[in-house]
C-alpha cells in the first residue's frame, strides 16, 4: 500500500510526514534498536498514528526522504509544529531532544546552529525562557 493512501486529511498528513521522517532517521545509522523503537511508538501516539499507519512506515522496503524546505522560515515552521508535537504532553526527554536535534539536522540546520535552536525552543516551550527573550519577543510583537 502506498503511504499516500494512508494520509487523511492535511493535519494528519503533516503529522504521518512527521512521523515517517522520524522513522528514517531513527533507522539512518542501519537497524532500529529497542530504545529508539520505544520514541517511535512515544512519537506515534503524540502524532494519532494507527497501527496500520505505523507498520507501513516501519517496513524495511520504505524509505522516506527528508523533505527539506528551501526557506529558511518554512524549515523553522517545521521545527515549530515539531515541538507542538513533543509538548502535547508538557515533556520532553533526553531522548527525544536527540531525535529532534537529528530532525532539525535533516531539516537543514547546521549542526551547532540546530543545538542552539533546540535549546531555546526547549525553554520557550518550557516557559523557561530568560527577561531579555522574553521582553525582545515582547517588544518585538508590540512594535
Not at 539512518?28 to 520514541?39: H, P, Q
Not at 523533505?67 to 523553522?76: A, I, L, V
Not at 531522548?95 to 529532534?100: G, I, L, N, S
Not at 536535534?101 to 526547549?122: M, N, Q, T, V, W
Request: with cysteine; glycine share 4%; aromatic share 12%.
Amino acid at each position: 500500500m502506498p503511504i499516500l493512501d494512508l494520509y487523511e486529511h492535511g493535519d494528519h498528513r503533516k503529522n504521518l510526514a512527521h512521523f515517517a521522517t522520524l522513522a528514517s532517521l531513527a533507522a539512518i545509522d542501519g537497524e532500529i534498536n529497542e530504545k529508539e523503537m520505544e520514541i517511535l511508538k512515544k512519537f506515534a501516539f503524540k502524532l494519532n498514528i494507527t497501527d496500520d499507519q505505523f507498520k507501513e512506515v516501519m517496513k524495511k522496503e520504505n524509505k522516506y526522504p527528508i523533505e527539506t524546505p528551501h526557506s529558511g522560515e518554512k524549515r523553522f515552521k517545521r521545527l515549530f509544529e515539531f515541538f507542538q508535537i513533543i509538548f502535547s504532553d508538557h515533556y520532553i526527554d533526553e531522548d527525544e531532544r536527540k531525535m529532534v536535534e537529528k530532525y532539525a539536522i535533516g531539516l537543514g540546520f547546521d549542526p551547532k546552529k540546530a543545538s542552539d535552536i533546540i535549546d531555546k525552543s526547549i525553554a520557550i516551550f518550557t516557559g523557561q525562557i530568560p527577561f531579555e527573550d522574553y521582553y525582545e519577543l515582547v517588544k518585538r510583537e508590540c512594535s
